[in-house]
């Protein structure tokens, strides 16, 4: 079965810091992988996705993450955190042969100033 | 609204009562999906509608749930005689068809069971 795993389950950086979070998934075939924040009393919005091509995609609010086949990992980078970042991100792929996503159990961000 | 809109943002129940949550997707979405947030963990797929085809219940933890989208527009989850462990925010969804991937959610409706 596919999965999607978050090693870190919360992360505290401060701000201005660089920010990297991880996301490694079991699936037999190239994913459709994306990641999603979640800021505190508002819905999950769609930060970045990737289905194929180039493995760096860049994403709203100055996220990127980079794809890589040979660690099943697509894991979200930021070079510079600002405090309006705290929130919880999410990884997420398509399961193959459907269009549902799944989710990885999250990771919460803290900003310290 | 511009947005997935749910109802009600916060339901508190007794054990074994029914619970109606419901969906309004965003305009010109043909997909729809349900999710449930417990505390502490990730977004569990519940079911998924696309258009007129038959939806995908394969989420659903039991059979005390059920979903049904009348009109392929709003959604209404089911869940009967609820448990403590129904307990968690029940997450909506909507796509455009062809664009995977790509979910708008609404805020949520936190259910309390008691």
């Known amino acids: 079965a596919q999965s999607v795993t978050q090693p870190d389950i919360h992360i505290t950086v401060s701000e201005g810091a660089s920010l990297e979070l991880r996301c490694n998934y079991s699936?037999?075939?190239?994913?459709?992988l994306f990641w999603y924040v979640q800021s505190p009393g508002q819905g999950l919005q769609l930060l970045l996705k990737?289905?194929?091509?180039?493995?760096l995609v860049q994403g709203i609010k100055g996220f990127e993450a980079e794809f890589k086949r040979s660690q099943s990992s697509f894991n979200l980078r930021k070079p510079s955190v600002h405090w309006s970042d705290a929130a919880e991100y999410f990884c997420?792929?398509?399961?193959?042969?459907?269009?549902?996503?799944?989710f990885g159990s999250g990771t919460r961000l803290q900003v310290q100033p | 609204g511009a947005g997935v809109s749910q109802s009600p943002s916060n339901k508190v129940t007794e054990k074994g009562k029914d619970v109606e949550l419901r969906c309004d997707p965003i305009s010109g979405h043909t997909a729809l999906y349900w999710y449930r947030q417990s505390l502490g963990q990730g977004l569990e797929f519940l079911i998924y509608?696309?258009?007129?085809?038959?939806?995908?219940k394969s989420g659903l933890p039991s059979d005390r749930f059920s979903a049904e989208r009348t009109g392929g527009s709003v959604s209404t989850l089911t869940i009967q005689r609820t448990q403590q462990e129904d307990s968690a925010v029940y997450l909506c969804?909507?796509?455009?068809?062809?664009?995977?991937?790509?979910?708008?959610f609404g805020e949520g409706s936190r259910l309390t069971v008691l």
């Open positions: 969804a909507s796509s455009l068809a062809g664009d995977t991937g790509e979910l708008f």
């Open positions: 509608f696309q258009g007129n085809s038959a939806p995908d």
């Open positions: 997420a792929v398509v399961q193959e042969g459907r269009r549902a996503l799944t």
């Open positions: 990737y289905f194929s091509g180039d493995t």
């Open positions: 699936y037999g075939a190239t994913p459709y």
